[in-house]
């Protein structure tokens, strides 16, 4: 089945966002917007939930706290205990302090860049990955708003045109995808 | 509309549009380099090439080339690193710890600023490596398994906790500032005719798409690396001061250290993002995103953090006397009246006297003082590790073994050289990425554009003409600017 795919070009973030809004009040389904810069509340606007990134980074971060700590445990207290100048070294939390530089700046490493991979493998940003907006102008100053028939199945092609041209676009471009 | 009290001056002067803002940063790119480009990366790679070469004969003959001896263990080399350590720090204090102050001036200097710190660290890790002398066996700092029995790194040693903080501390800054980079390499990639370049934005880019979605998730990561970035900042040069500070020498055994050696090296950071804003900004006619304000700004960082340095200088000289420990006070009287007498007395003057000519508004506005004063100010910051390191062992508890130490032209070799290697890939930088955040600038150009700001508030009239939130209006003025140039 092949699906048509309605791109609504806008020059302003501002007259986009407004758009949208009125857009969704009539039932319409934006399914995406593609943008130069980050649009602030459209994300609401368009039903996209917040990221949950930020619980993984602290789910990294805890992971790296704890290799730390088990690593550092092993090497210095288990596996070899280091005599150093006859400071007390036979338990973890006799040689605690000196562990704490090392164990902060592991757990800042592994929640950097675990969230930093998750990042890029859910944006399905990867070096090579094909550019997927629509239109190259969209990293520039145009502001696209994607809307498909079959999420919008109530409304007619024409009537979707009509609502978006009278939210101030500037450009109109249909697509047919399989 | 978001709009900012009109009594801030403008951050981005003059009449601007998006478009305009991605023409102006990626012209630099797609016009030819200046001849001027080639001449000072000529220059650069000479000396950068010099410094490789003086690298390679100390490889290859030994330590021993560099004017250290056995009462002085670490001079010149140490001096750099923490120089250029201090140096990196700026970047990521700009984009980190301004982002979580929401300080919009950031977005003009962040990406400069960052890359200057990534390849200042690149330095600064170059001196412990080739202090190693067996640079192949670099890899033993690293707690590996190994063959030689139950042989830890020792875990317990400020030396270690530098190798994890200076390494946590360049990749984390890597991935904080290619992740803002990749948004703008995709503006690149849509823009570029040439077939090649088009190919390289387009692997650089990793199909960025600009999706409602990945700017969601971009903004949260941006926040979320800026909030674990913020600590690691502070923390890798408090570590840096442990070197010293967790031994035993008179001078350097001192609690100021942590504290004293971040804001100089914030101090030192900012002076030398303001020597490369200064000429980058003329050079890639940048004038209208970093103007007056974000230079009067940053001066204002070096003032209050060369005062903080100024104050910490006095503190410990003031403890040494107070603390009544003879080879302490030793240590202090010596600086400033033993033959490195004029290297302490050069680094009083270019960090505690210079910063406090910012006091005055018509000298931290001028862009040709502050420039003068941001090369002085990183003099006096070299002069300030050699100090702290040099005069603190020259002269050790047996008087016998006191010595001097003279730099060897290896010594003065490598150090050049790394400056050169700086500028190649600075300039590098300079001639193919955005040194200008192109998306970020955008996300502030209603809120703080000259443009924007100076516009009556028509808006909520319905009287046509100066509403710049329709449509038509944008796309003439975006024409209109174009026929102007």
């Known amino acids: 089945m092949t699906e048509k795919i309605i791109y609504a070009m806008y020059d302003d973030d501002d007259v986009l966002k407004d758009g949208a809004k009125k857009l969704v009040a009539k039932g319409v389904k934006v399914a995406e917007v593609f943008s130069p810069f980050p649009i602030h509340g459209i994300d609401p606007i368009i039903g996209i939930k917040n990221t949950r990134l930020g619980i993984m980074a602290f789910l990294y971060g805890l992971t790296g706290l704890m290799l730390a700590t088990v690593g550092m445990r092993f090497f210095m207290i288990d596996d070899w205990p280091m005599n150093i100048g006859g400071k007390p070294n036979s338990t973890y939390l006799d040689n605690m302090l000196a562990f704490v530089p090392i164990t902060f700046e592991f757990t800042v490493l592994c929640a950097a860049h675990g969230m930093a991979v998750t990042y890029m493998l859910r944006n399905k940003t990867l070096p090579g990955l094909p550019a997927q907006n629509p239109d190259p102008r969209t990293t520039d100053h145009m502001f696209v708003m994607e809307l498909r028939m079959s999420q919008n199945s109530q409304f007619t092609e024409e009537q979707l045109h009509d609502m978006l041209k009278s939210t101030g676009i500037v450009e109109l471009d249909q697509k047919e995808v399989k | ?485």
């Open chain 2, 1 to 485: 509309m978001h709009k900012e009290a009109a009594i801030r001056e403008p951050l981005i002067l003059g009449h601007k549009t998006y478009e305009q803002i991605t023409a102006d940063v990626c012209k630099p790119i797609e016009d030819k380099a200046p001849r001027m480009w080639y001449i000072l990366f000529t220059i650069a790679l000479i000396i950068g090439l010099y410094g490789v070469g003086c690298i390679m004969y100390l490889l290859g003959t030994g330590i021993g080339v560099w004017g250290l001896n056995k009462t002085i263990g670490w001079a010149w080399d140490i001096t750099n690193f923490v120089w250029w350590v201090g140096i990196g720090h700026a970047g990521t204090l700009i984009s980190a710890v301004l982002l979580l102050f929401r300080q919009k001036w950031r977005m003009a200097i962040n990406r400069s600023a960052e890359a200057m710190t990534i390849f200042a660290v690149f330095m600064a890790g170059l001196f412990p490596l080739i202090h190693m002398g067996r640079l192949w066996l670099a890899y033993w700092v690293l707690p590996l398994p190994n063959q030689f029995g139950s042989l830890w790194v020792n875990f317990n040693s400020p030396l270690l906790w530098d190798v994890f903080a200076i390494s946590t501390y360049l990749s984390v800054s890597v991935v904080f500032w290619y992740i803002g980079l990749i948004p703008d390499f995709a503006t690149l990639r849509d823009r570029v005719k040439r077939p090649i370049p088009k190919k390289m934005y387009s692997i650089l880019s990793f199909g960025w798409s600009g999706r409602a979605k990945q700017w969601n998730r971009f903004e949260l990561v941006s926040l979320v690396l800026a909030g674990v970035a913020t600590p690691l900042v502070f923390s890798v040069h408090s570590i840096v001061s442990f070197d010293f500070a967790t031994s035993v020498i008179p001078g350097w055994h001192t609690t100021i250290f942590p504290p004293y050696f971040v804001a100089g090296a914030v101090f030192s950071g900012f002076a030398m993002v303001q020597t490369l804003m200064l000429v980058m900004r003329k050079a890639m006619k940048l004038e209208a995103y970093i103007h007056t304000r974000h230079v009067e700004y940053m001066n204002i960082v070096i003032m209050v953090t060369g005062s903080i340095v100024g104050t910490a200088y006095i503190t410990e000289l003031f403890i040494s006397w107070y603390s009544g420990v003879e080879y302490e006070a030793y240590a202090f009287v010596n600086r400033a009246t033993g033959p490195y007498w004029w290297a302490y007395w050069s680094m009083m003057t270019c960090n505690v006297i210079s910063p406090q000519l910012m006091w005055f508004r018509p000298l931290r506005r001028s862009l040709v003082f502050t420039f003068i004063i941001s090369i002085v100010v990183n003099i006096g910051m070299w002069f300030e590790r050699y100090v702290i390191i040099v005069t603190s062992i020259h002269r050790d508890y047996l008087p016998s073994s006191w010595s001097m130490h003279y730099p060897s032209h290896i010594d003065l070799g490598v150090y050049v050289g790394t400056i050169g290697l700086f500028f190649v890939f600075f300039l590098l930088f300079a001639r193919f990425f955005p040194v200008l955040p192109i998306a970020e600038l955008k996300t502030i150009l209603k809120s703080s554009g000259e443009y924007y700001k100076n516009l009556p508030d028509t808006h909520h009239h319905d009287d046509h003409g100066n509403d710049h939130a329709s449509g038509h209006d944008q796309s003439q003025l975006g024409s209109d600017n174009h026929n102007n140039h």
